[in-house]
């Protein structure tokens, strides 16, 4: 392709570029690609001028804040577990309302919903979009609460339902301190039998870590 050529497609692209970014940016709620951690903590990549309208954070601004700098204590589990859901399932689309800390100080009601999105070869990304809600948001911050703590608890509760006897008798186990040898050896069966059992079970509910079982259990009653 000759210099001329290259410099036409160039401008062609930029022209494109520009115009989606405009479009973006003139977009009455946030959009933004986000990054996935390992226990489901969103942190955005790219973002439209909405979101530093809504927010008042820059996109450097943002990336720098904790999800407890961001988040509001009593909704962060549930924003990592409507995402975790996401990247188990997928025809499931991420969708939560929480309470976010302004670059003001203050809280703001927003509703989130996203999905997964490939980005790269690596890593686990999302597409998200926000609005906020604060003034049309006709119920108490009570009332709310019990509202998404009921809507977790029946999402545990059909997590629960996937397992089988056994893997739900290996997660109280091992949520209760037992390692895969001590259960092995509880329950008569070989160590490749148990681990497999364990491995299924982190699959089913979507874990990673053993302190996310423990938390789960201890939510629902298990230790």
């Not at 577990?81 to 990247?87: D, I």
Request: with cysteine; hydrophobic share 35%.
């Amino acid at each position: 392709m000759m210099k001329g050529d290259l410099h036409i497609e160039y401008q062609k692209l930029k022209k494109e570029k520009d115009f989606l970014q405009n479009l973006f940016d003139a977009l009455p709620a946030s959009v933004q690609v986000v990054q996935i951690d390992e226990e489901g903590n969103p942190t955005p990549i790219w973002v439209n001028k909405s979101y530093e309208n809504i927010y008042g954070y820059t996109l450097e601004d943002r990336q720098n804040l904790s999800v407890a700098e961001f988040y509001h204590p009593d909704d962060i589990e549930q924003v990592r577990k409507a995402v975790r859901h996401s990247f188990k399932d997928e025809t499931f689309r991420d969708s939560v309302v929480c309470r976010i800390k302004t670059s003001q100080g203050e809280w703001k009601w927003v509703y989130i919903y996203g999905c997964r999105f490939k980005f790269g070869s690596e890593g686990k990304y999302m597409l998200t979009t926000s609005m906020e809600i604060t003034d049309s948001f006709a119920f108490n911050h009570s009332r709310v609460q019990e509202y998404m703590k009921e809507i977790t608890r029946l999402e545990n509760k059909l997590s629960l339902s996937k397992l089988t006897a056994i893997e739900l008798e290996i997660v109280c186990l091992l949520a209760n301190g037992k390692s895969v040898k001590e259960i092995a050896e509880l329950r008569n069966r070989s160590y490749e039998t148990i681990n497999n059992h364990k491995r299924n079970v982190f699959k089913k509910l979507g874990f990673t870590k053993l302190t996310e079982l423990v938390c789960f259990c201890a939510e629902n009653g298990l230790i």
